[in-house]
């Protein structure tokens, strides 16, 4: 008697998308149909029938949550600064680069990690981005200077900032236009939220664990969800026609860091020394150079005809204006309330 083989076969849709090996075969003894079906498929609909949760709502909770372990940690270290500086025989000013300098990949890299998904594919990104994060979370955890903590915490938040661009390219293909704002909503309230209670848990996550131990609780977190997110997560279709705009990529880093530097060095220097003179020189001229290379890019990182647009150009102002006083802030009130009023570090928390 001829056996009959019957595939189930997946259609890529913004929900699924199945690899051929997936596909699992159950054969039944005595019976003369064999049915090919896919086994994670089959998990995944037991799972939601167990929980009751639709797969979107799991992809978009699963997508947050791994936002959210990346994102607080950008400021967890903000009150225990002179903690951390102690620790390491280093000072208050230059450990406080941990917190400058991811919080600037996350400015720099994280846009351009967008133009990366749609050439590779926003779930290679993801995934790559929280694996990085947790690697260097485990370096940063046994970092030995100053020097070591800073590159590991900007090496691990520039992999986490392919976090927020990944999700959002997710939201944007699950849910329709008239279905994001909620969703949309979420991200940002997770992307903006995170770093605020990221100040406030610090305080006590540092007296009772240890910073050494936040990040070794934070590196198994990021590897977990790498696991999650490659079974979860959906290919996403890619771009072939995207160009990358390295160039711009590159003098807008080093623009942006070579000025942050005179600014936090300009103390120990001297404003008008001639180091900080030359550091701040060089900044102004590589932004100068991001300007021109923008400008006759074919794809380029910060198309500049966009701030043509007074709907454009004014919100993204005011929102710089206000985010340079918000993250300011993080900064620069609790080494006030600590340095200048005499405020123990749990009362700054």
């Not at 890529?12 to 997936?22: C, Q, Y």
């Not at 351009?112 to 260097?136: E, N, Q, S, T």
């Not at 240890?210 to 997560?233: D, E, H, K, Y």
């Not at 900064?331 to 005499?342: C, R």
Request: contains cysteine.
């Amino acid at each position: 008697m001829k056996s009959k083989k019957f595939e189930a076969r997946i259609l890529k849709t913004n929900n699924a998308g199945e690899s051929a090996r997936d596909l699992t075969v159950f054969d039944a003894g005595g019976v003369d149909e064999v049915s090919v079906v896919p086994w994670s498929l089959l998990l995944r609909q037991k799972i939601v029938q167990s929980v009751g949760v639709s797969r979107r709502k799991a992809t978009l909770a699963v997508l947050l949550s791994c936002v959210f372990t990346v994102s607080f940690m950008i400021t967890l270290l903000v009150v225990s600064l002179k903690t951390v500086a102690d620790d390491l025989g280093s000072t208050t000013s230059i450990i406080s680069w941990t917190i400058t300098a991811p919080m600037l990949a996350f400015g720099v890299v994280g846009p351009a990690f967008g133009k990366i998904g749609d050439l590779w594919g926003h779930k290679r990104v993801f995934v790559g981005g929280l694996f990085v994060a947790g690697v260097f979370a485990i370096c940063t955890a046994v970092a030995w200077d100053a020097t070591s903590m800073i590159v590991f915490r900007t090496l691990s938040a520039a992999g986490g900032s392919a976090l927020g661009p990944a999700a959002m390219a997710y939201i944007n293909r699950m849910y329709g236009p008239s279905e994001r704002v909620g969703p949309l909503g979420y991200w940002s309230f997770v992307t903006a939220g995170a770093p605020v209670l990221g100040v406030v848990a610090g305080v006590p996550l540092v007296a009772i664990f240890g910073w050494r131990a936040i990040f070794l609780i934070q590196a198994p977190l990021c590897l977990i969800g790498c696991f999650i997110a490659m079974w979860l997560l959906g290919d996403t279709e890619r771009r072939e026609s995207v160009k990358f705009d390295v160039k711009g990529a590159l003098l807008l880093g080093v623009g942006s860091v070579l000025i942050l530097l005179a600014i936090n060095r300009g103390p120990t220097w001297g404003f008008d020394s001639i180091r900080t003179l030359l550091v701040a020189s060089l900044g102004v001229v590589a932004l100068y150079f991001f300007i021109r290379a923008e400008q006759s890019a074919s794809d380029p990182m910060l198309p500049l005809k966009w701030f043509r647009t007074r709907n454009v150009a004014f919100p993204v102002v005011s929102l710089a204006l206000t985010n340079f006083a918000y993250m300011g802030g993080f900064m620069i009130g609790p080494q006030l309330l600590e340095t200048g009023l005499g405020f123990s570090t749990s009362h700054i928390g």
